[in-house]
């Protein structure tokens, strides 16, 4: 049985990519995130079949139940799309501490233990796509933690991507810089004072960054910067120093 495994499959990036995977001929796509209404109304939306695990990644007992799933029925992971993730904005004591960790947590740890456990359920021509950010380019100021859970799993794909090439497993980095019309401005602005980080010009949409990222993936790409600001970040980064790059930063978060 084939099939493909989406975390933060109920909004964003996430649902865009179970839109597209729907077109791959998979017997099945295996949907993760918390929200089960949101969940079932995607499974609804599209024809191939589907499993639902509403599913806390940051809870141990949760993630058992998909591990077991796993196991049980032994599939042929062709695709793992990890997009679950969140950020939040703000000054060293603007973020609740407990925010900071479960960022790391769930942008990092929970990234880590997934891919491993799905690893040994891919078969050459799988591909893994692990939705990281722009912000994985530098150090950002007022977003320091997000920033460094993606430059994490940033370098983590890098050197995946060398290690299952002789299996013929692909790992790439999705990298965009913001995307307007999903949940993840909200949520990072939701801290004690977001005003750092107020405008977001220039951003993208779900659709069009998960269609050019996923075009991208699949022809092997390892690191993938699906819009131009994205595109002009990254070699930006390999040319400036980081302090330069980290004033830049603000002035750009002011406009
Ligand atoms: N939007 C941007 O500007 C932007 C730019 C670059 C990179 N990214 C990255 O893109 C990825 C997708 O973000 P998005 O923009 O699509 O935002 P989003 O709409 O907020 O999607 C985040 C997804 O993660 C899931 N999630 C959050 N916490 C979870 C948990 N503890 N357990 C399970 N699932 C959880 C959410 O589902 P539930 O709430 O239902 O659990 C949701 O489906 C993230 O990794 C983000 O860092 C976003």
Redesign the pocket.
Known sequence: MQIAIV?????????EYCLLLNAENLDEIWL????EN?LRSLAEEIHTRTKIFP????NDEHIQKFFDALELEKPDVKFFIN?????KIGGASDIELDDLR?MID??CKSAVILTQKIIPFMSAGSHILQ?????AFQPIPYLNVYAAT?SFLLSYSRALAVELAPKKIFVSAIC????KD????S?AQDTKNSSYIKNFPF?GT?KEIAIKSFRAAKSGAIVITPDIISTLHRFITKIFPKKLLMISSKIFHRL
């Open positions: 975390t933060g499959a109920s909004s964003g990036l996430g649902r993760i995130a918390r929200r949101l599913c806390d990644l940051l997009s679950a993730g969140f950020g479960k769930l942008n939705i990281c950010s722009c912000s993606k965009p810089y913001r995307i999903t949940e993840f401005i949520v951003a779900a």
